[in-house]
């Protein structure tokens, strides 16, 4: 009932820049929460951050506190702002949409009941 799409994904150079974007289609008056994870070659998909229904809460893994900024308009298009990227930033990143009121974590990968295909973020050094 609701589709995710991500873009905006690319090749940057270390300490450069780019944003992230999620398009939700469908019942998007059903999202609640919705968070971005991200996932390396070989490694377990990760928490990044995550937001409110209303964007009014946030959450931020540690690695990215300070470098990264999410967001979300009132048509439930949700964004990731990186800056000062690292290589180690390098994954794909999905974003995630919640379909249920939900008082847990943000970072709780089981609560999320849809998610996009994943845009892949290379950054060089």
């Known amino acids: 009932q609701v589709q995710l799409v991500e873009s905006g994904g690319g090749l940057v150079q270390a300490g450069g820049s780019l944003r992230l974007s999620c398009a939700a289609s469908g019942r998007i008056f059903s999202i609640y929460a919705m968070a971005w994870f991200r996932q390396a070659p070989g490694k377990e998909r990760e928490f990044v951050t995550g937001?409110?229904?209303?964007?009014?809460?946030t959450a931020y893994a540690d690695s990215v506190k300070g470098r990264f900024t999410i967001s979300r308009d009132n048509g439930n298009t949700m964004y990731l702002q990186m800056n000062s990227l690292k290589p180690e930033d390098t994954a794909v990143y999905y974003c995630?949409?919640?379909?249920?009121?939900?008082?847990?974590?943000?970072?709780?990968?089981?609560?999320?009941?849809?998610w996009g295909q994943g845009t892949q973020v290379t950054v060089s050094s």
């Open positions: 937001i409110s229904s209303s964007g009014g809460s």
């Open positions: 995630a949409a919640d379909g249920q009121r939900f008082s847990g974590s943000y970072a709780n990968l089981q609560r999320y009941d849809y």
